[in-house]
T-cell receptor
Framework: AQSVTQLDSQVPVFEEAPVELRCNYS??????LFWYVQYPNQGLQLLLK??????LVESINGFEAEFNKSQTSFHLRKPSVHISDTAEYFC???????????FGAGTTVTVRA | DGGITQSPKYLFRKEGQNVTLSCEQN?????MYWYRQDPGQGLRLIYY???????QKGDIAEGYSVSREKKESFPLTVTSAQKNPTAFYLC??????????????FGPGTRLLVL
């Protein structure tokens, strides 16, 4: 079975500053990695995912994540955040022998003016 | 518009009472899932269904039951055996359960509170 660790539970950041959310996973087989975003009192929305190929994946709203197999990581970054990026972010993993998603505990990002 | 709907948005349960949370999707997805979300714990899988008339227990199925009589519907019943039901419940679906790297699409959630 696979598992996910999100290393930061809370990340406060000023508007227009960069942000990085850390995610590490464990699995003995090939993995597929996801970042979801949850705005207050709403469901989750897919932000981006890595299946194969280029290790750098991007979303349409300026986020990017890099798959690092040697460090078993999939950190999420954005070079300049907006107030509207205030949300909770979840890293998730599935694998070639367990298609069910395993979620991390989440990272709450609070963007301040 | 295609999507997943959950009702009600808020639900109150009395001691000893069974309550049912609704989940409907019009995405024509085969697979559906129920998760429980507690602060600081992420999402935990309660039940999932890969196809109509079939479902499997997830990691925390005790005190819950489901049915999958129609492709578009996957209701979750929180029974009186669930001693700590206060949580945010999320329903999700994907095109197929066993596809490589399938994206799951989520509903808006139901918040269950105990009176």
């Amino acid at each position: 079975a696979q598992s996910v660790t999100q290393l930061d539970s809370q990340v406060p950041v000023f508007e227009e500053a960069p942000v990085e959310l850390r995610c590490n996973y464990s699995s003995s087989v090939s993995v597929y990695l996801f970042w979801y975003v949850q705005y207050p009192n709403q469901g989750l929305q897919l932000l981006l995912k890595y299946l194969s190929g280029s290790t750098l994946v991007e979303s349409i709203n300026g986020f990017e994540a890099e798959f690092n197999k040697s460090q078993t990581s999939f950190h999420l970054r954005k070079p300049s955040v907006h107030i509207s990026d205030t949300a909770e972010y979840f890293c998730a993993v599935s694998s070639s022998n367990d298609y069910k998603l395993s979620f991390g505990a989440g990272t709450t990002v609070t963007v301040r003016a | 518009d295609g999507g997943i709907t959950q009702s009600p948005k808020y639900l109150f349960r009395k001691e000893g009472q069974n309550v049912t949370l609704s989940c409907e999707q019009n995405l024509n997805h085969d697979a559906m899932y129920w998760y429980r979300q507690d602060p600081g714990q992420g999402l935990r899988l309660i039940y999932y269904s890969q196809i109509v008339n079939d479902f499997q227990k997830g990691d925390i199925a005790e005190g819950y039951s489901v049915s999958r009589e129609k492709k578009e519907s996957f209701p979750l019943t929180v029974t009186s055996a669930q001693k700590n039901p206060t949580a945010f419940y999320l329903c999700a679906s994907s095109i197929a359960a066993s596809g490589v790297g399938e994206t799951q699409y989520f509903g808006p959630g139901t918040r269950l509170l105990v009176l």
